[in-house]
Every structure is written in structure tokens, then in C-alpha cells.
């Protein structure tokens, strides 16, 4: 390196240094605000009740108002992930959350829940999906993030059932592109993979990656990709599909990325808890509606959402639990059921149907 490299380096390092010091003042001066806020939300509590510290509405603020002023040179998404982290640890100083999610650790759930909620929370692996539903009813943790749809292969269906058998919020939501690699561990001989270990979603989203280049291998659904992940770690000859975190989790090496047959692949996730969030202005309701088996039910549970401009965004149908009913639809739009047009359609449509359960409104994904 040239003397001028040299010194020009030094200098920009030295400028480095001097905006690194503003930063960590800054960040300690918004901590200590963190501080103060928890403070005047304990003071102001009615007899008996709990503060509330964790604000989805507010955070989906802080998030988008950060992204309009940001003007480069790194990316908004890149800024509010930085950001995202900074008031995840303020929050922990606040409360440290306990997050439950589909597990075990390395899951795709639990790079959402880190999406979401950043890294300073506890993230507590369930074995199922209805563990985190009864782990998030029974207050053993703050809040339980499960998966609810997928864009090659549809609705889980077992979060969809389980939001019938609890009486659970749901808080915000989480979309995750979702890239699957091919692992394998060092004992395997990669001309010499004999299984190939996955979930049978992941294994159904490479399904024709999976037909052409490894035709006559035998697919092993697991109970879930991160379990595969560690399965193959310790056995001769076998590789799994999974994600970089299962990936980074049990140090194996990725034979090919990316074999996910469609490259838009991406799962949304939703956020349980027990906590109503107000509206943000960019928000969306997901209801649960039994319908009479008759002729023309789905027409006039529709026809409200139509005559008042609001937007569906995912209609599923589910088999209803209980005999009385015969099905049983779950429904998303946009818009707060505090907003006046969508009071009046849930309104209309309590008048016309067998029962109407809101399960949430919550603020539409930032990142
Ligand atoms: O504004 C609040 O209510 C806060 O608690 C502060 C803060 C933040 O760090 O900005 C932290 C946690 C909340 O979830 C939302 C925002």
C-alpha cells in the first residue's frame, strides 16, 4: 500500500471513529428514553393491571418513517433492519420477550420471529404448532409466531385449526422468502447421496429441482427442515433440505443453493398473544366466519366486503370442527376493525351468518 493509501485510510478511519462515538451516545441517549418510557407506562396503570410494553403499532411506525427518510446509500430494508435491532434491545431493557415458535431452533419460524422481533428476544422452540398456541394461552411466554401460508403450496393447515380452538390474538404478521439449499455434512461423498432428508413442504417446493437432479434418490420427510439439518450431520451419505439458519446452525455445507422451484417462494407467518393493537392507517383484520351449509352463504358473506370497497386478501376454507357447523371460512383484508366501513361490514355480516370470530387487526408486514 502506497504512503497516500495510507494516509487517506487513516484519515476516513479516523472519521469512522468520531461518527461510531456519536452513534454509541445516541444509542445510549434513545436507550435511556427506552428506559423512560416503561417508567410513565407503569406510572399511569389503572389498579391491577400490567403495562403494556411491546407496541406493534408503534414499532411499524418507527419502521416506515425510517424508510421514507432514508436517502441511501443502503437500502431501506438493510436501515430498518438496523434499526429493528436498536429497538429490539430497547424493548429488552424494558421487558425482555419471550417469543415461542414452530421449532426446533434453525427453522424458517424462527428466522421470522427474529425478523420480526429482532434478536434481543427469548425465542423458545415448540415442538407443534398447537404447543405455541397453548404455550402463548397459558402466559408462559409473551407471544408464539407459527406459519399460516405458503406461495407454492397453500395454508397450514393445523394453525388454521388452531386458531377454532383458542381464543388468541393475532398481533402482526411476517413474510419470509423462503430459499432452500441442498446440505450435506462432511462424511458424505456428494456422488454418493442415497436419501434426502426434509420437510414434506420443502421437499414439495424443490420438487421438480429435486426430479431432475437427483431422480432416483429417496425423498425422507422429517418433522421439519432444521430437523433434517441435524439428522445428516452424523450419517454417511444422506442430505437434507433446509435453510441458512439450520445451515449456519450444524456447519454444513451447502451443495447447491437455492433449489426452491420458484424464485417468489415465500411463507408469511403471523404473531399470537394476547394483546389488541391499535390501528396504524396500513393495517390488516383476519376474521373466522361459520357459514349455514345453504345455497348462496359464500355470495352474502361476500357481498358486504363488495358494496364497501374493502379488500380480500386470502379467503381459506376449513371443515368445521364441531357438527353443528359444516364449514368454516377464514378471511383477510385490509383495513382495522376499528375503521368505520369495516365495523360495518363485520356488522352484517354478525346479522347474516352463524358466528363471526375476529382474531385480529394488526399492522400489514414492514419488512
Ligand atoms: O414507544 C414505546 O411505547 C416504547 O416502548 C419504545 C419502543 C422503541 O424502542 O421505540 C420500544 C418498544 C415498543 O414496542 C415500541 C417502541
Known amino acids: 500500500m502506497s504512503s497516500t493509501e495510507e494516509s487517506q485510510l487513516k484519515a476516513l478511519r479516523k472519521r469512522i471513529d468520531s461518527i461510531d462515538e456519536k452513534i454509541l451516545e445516541l444509542i445510549s441517549d434513545r436507550a435511556r428514553c427506552a428506559q423512560e418510557v416503561a417508567r410513565v407506562k407503569m406510572q399511569s396503570l389503572p389498579e391491577g393491571e400490567?403495562?403494556?410494553?411491546?407496541?406493534?403499532?408503534?414499532?411499524?411506525?418507527?419502521?416506515?418513517?425510517?424508510?421514507?427518510?432514508?436517502?441511501?446509500?443502503?437500502?431501506?430494508?438493510?436501515?430498518?433492519?438496523?434499526?429493528?435491532?436498536?429497538?429490539?434491545?430497547?424493548?429488552?431493557?424494558?421487558?425482555?420477550?419471550?417469543?415461542?415458535?414452530?421449532?426446533?431452533?434453525?427453522?424458517?419460524?424462527?428466522?421470522?420471529?427474529?425478523?420480526?422481533?429482532?434478536?434481543?428476544?427469548?425465542?423458545?422452540?415448540?415442538?407443534?404448532?398447537?404447543?405455541?398456541?397453548?404455550?402463548?394461552?397459558?402466559?408462559?411466554?409473551?407471544?408464539?409466531?407459527?406459519?399460516?401460508?405458503?406461495?407454492?403450496?397453500?395454508?397450514?393447515?393445523?394453525?388454521?385449526?388452531?386458531?377454532?380452538?383458542?381464543?388468541?390474538?393475532?398481533?402482526?404478521?411476517?413474510?419470509?422468502?423462503?430459499?432452500?439449499?441442498?446440505?450435506?455434512?462432511?462424511?458424505?461423498?456428494?456422488?454418493?447421496?442415497?436419501?434426502?432428508?426434509?420437510?414434506?413442504?420443502?421437499?414439495?417446493?424443490?420438487?421438480?429441482?429435486?426430479?431432475?437432479?437427483?431422480?432416483?434418490?429417496?425423498?425422507?420427510?422429517?418433522?421439519s427442515n432444521a430437523d433434517a439439518a441435524k439428522r445428516i450431520k452424523g450419517e454417511w451419505n444422506s442430505a437434507a433440505i433446509a435453510g441458512d439458519m439450520a445451515s449456519d446452525l450444524y456447519g454444513l455445507t451447502k451443495l447447491h443453493e437455492k433449489i426452491e422451484d420458484r424464485p417468489d417462494n415465500s411463507t408469511r407467518f403471523l404473531i399470537i398473544g394476547n394483546q389488541e393493537v391499535p390501528p396504524t392507517g396500513e393495517d390488516k383484520t383476519s376474521i373466522i366466519v361459520s357459514c349455514r351449509n345453504k345455497p348462496g352463504a359464500l355470495h352474502d358473506l361476500l357481498a358486504p366486503f363488495h358494496t364497501n370497497g374493502i379488500d380480500l386478501t386470502r379467503i381459506e376454507t376449513r371443515p368445521s370442527r364441531s357438527g353443528v357447523w359444516s364449514y368454516v371460512f377464514f378471511i383477510d383484508f385490509r383495513g382495522h376493525r376499528h375503521d368505520p366501513l369495516i365495523k360495518d361490514v363485520l356488522e352484517r355480516i354478525n346479522d347474516s351468518q352463524v358466528g363471526v370470530k375476529v382474531l385480529g387487526s394488526y399492522p400489514k408486514a414492514v419488512l
Not at 413442504?201 to 418433522?223: F, G, I, M, T
Request: proline fraction near 5%; charged fraction near 20%; charge should be negative.
Open 50 to 223: 400490567s403495562p403494556v410494553y411491546y407496541r406493534p403499532e408503534r414499532e411499524a411506525w418507527v419502521l416506515n418513517h425510517i424508510m421514507e427518510l432514508n436517502k441511501g446509500p443502503l437500502d431501506n430494508e438493510e436501515m430498518a433492519r438496523l434499526f429493528r435491532e436498536i429497538m429490539s434491545t430497547c424493548l429488552a431493557l424494558e421487558q425482555p420477550l419471550k417469543v415461542a415458535f414452530l421449532g426446533p431452533e434453525g427453522t424458517f419460524t424462527q428466522a421470522a420471529a427474529l425478523k420480526h422481533f429482532g434478536n434481543a428476544v427469548i425465542s423458545v422452540p415448540m415442538a407443534a404448532i398447537d404447543e405455541v398456541f397453548r404455550e402463548v394461552a397459558a402466559g408462559a411466554v409473551n407471544f408464539g409466531v407459527v406459519p399460516v401460508e405458503n406461495s407454492t403450496e397453500g395454508a397450514i393447515n393445523h394453525t388454521l385449526d388452531s386458531f377454532m380452538e383458542h381464543d388468541l390474538h393475532i398481533c402482526g404478521e411476517v413474510e419470509l422468502r423462503i430459499h432452500h439449499h441442498l446440505l450435506v455434512g462432511e462424511n458424505t461423498k456428494t456422488d454418493r447421496i442415497t436419501r434426502i432428508y426434509s420437510h414434506a413442504q420443502s421437499l414439495a417446493q424443490c420438487r421438480k429441482w429435486l426430479d431432475s437432479h437427483y431422480p432416483n434418490v429417496e425423498r425422507v420427510a422429517v418433522s
